[in-house]
């Protein structure tokens, strides 16, 4: 086949990809038929430029094959743009969808709120039963610590401290998850041991001069901020699971699948360490009237139970 004959029968094609190629880069949405002729189209192309030093091809027509090449690899490996809705689509529905059917987000949430709860009772009920616990030392420093009213809090302490709770309680988290590479025992550990500690020392408190001072301060963020512990304990449960039982799979394939599988999890705990911090920095501080506190944290609970439990129901 000379050249002009090669030039004569491919160009129909060349010409027919340079005008589908505009309305592939531009259009959100393509038709089975056009990506079709497109994939046709494209692998032909790539045949024609890898012969173009063959049938000795003039350099403005390899131009035109390289750069006709290079927006179909552009227009078959581009990442979709995501619109509003289906960020909202995500967000809204498949998040709270996959939290409901996550078993791990059924075990480790109860499990810390049922221990937190029992560690709390036990704490408020029995003195020595706390500082054996917590030790009397630290009892003593966390009562100290909440003797403050916080009269006069300045906005940019407020500031100040909401990147160093959103700092904290990430990384509280991030040990949480993290720790599940110990074949999930490592999460299942510092999730129990966190409900331990935690409501060990709020229930002492309770008993203490200090008790309005403590209600005051964690009645409106505990909500989210108990609750994405656990979250980060059930997703780094499921990476340990992947170890420990892979199934059919690989291990490396098993951690693969279940990391993903895990993020709307982890997308969750989050959110709910992000709001958690805010409310920690900026609410928490103030005195204000306990009514008030306690019915932002109901606020807070109703809010969040009704996103996982109602939103994306069809």
């Known amino acids: 086949m000379t050249p002009a004959v090669f030039l004569q029968k491919r160009s129909p094609d060349w010409d027919e990809l340079s005008i589908l190629l505009p309305e592939l880069e531009h259009r959100r949405k393509h038709s089975m038929a056009d990506l079709l002729r ?51 689509r995500y967000v809204f529905s498949f998040v709270p969808q996959a939290v409901r059917k996550d078993i791990f987000v059924r075990v480790c949430v109860p499990l810390f709120y049922g221990t937190f709860f029992l560690c709390g009772g036990l704490a408020y ?14 009892l003593e420093s966390y009562r100290e610590m909440h003797e403050d009213s916080h009269d006069s809090i300045r906005l940019g ?59 005051l301060w964690v009645a409106a963020h505990a909500p989210f901020e108990l609750t994405a512990i656990g979250f980060s304990a059930a997703a780094g449960m499921r990476i340990g699971f992947a170890l420990v039982a892979p199934g ?13 599988a895990s993020l709307p999890v982890l997308f969750t705990a ?45």
């Open 125 to 138: 009920f029995s003195k020595p039963f706390a500082e054996n616990v917590a030790g009397a030392a630290a």
């Open 38 to 88: 497109f994939a046709r189209l494209y692998r032909a192309c790539c045949t024609d430029l890898s012969l173009a030093a063959a049938f000795r091809l003039s350099k403005p027509q390899q131009h035109r094959l390289e750069e006709l090449v290079a927006r179909g690899h552009s227009v078959l490996y581009s990442i979709p743009r995501r619109s509003f809705r289906d960020i909202w």
């Open 157 to 215: 302490d407020m500031v100040g401290a909401s990147g160093f709770y959103i700092a904290n309680n990430v990384g509280l988290n991030l040990l949480t998850f993290g720790l599940g590479a110990l074949f999930g025992i490592g999460s299942l550990f510092f999730c129990l041991y966190n409900a331990v500690v935690l409501g060990t020392i709020i229930g002492h408190l309770l008993t203490t001069p200090v008790r309005e001072n403590i209600l």
């Open 270 to 314: 989050a959110m709910l360490t992000f709001f958690a911090a805010f409310i920690e920095a900026f609410l928490a501080p103030v005195r204000a009237d306990m009514n008030l506190k306690i019915g932002i944290g109901a606020a807070s609970a109703i809010l969040m139970l009704s996103y996982f439990f109602l939103a994306g129901r069809k």
């Open 248 to 260: 059919a799979r690989s291990h490396l394939l098993a951690i693969r699948e279940e990391a993903i």
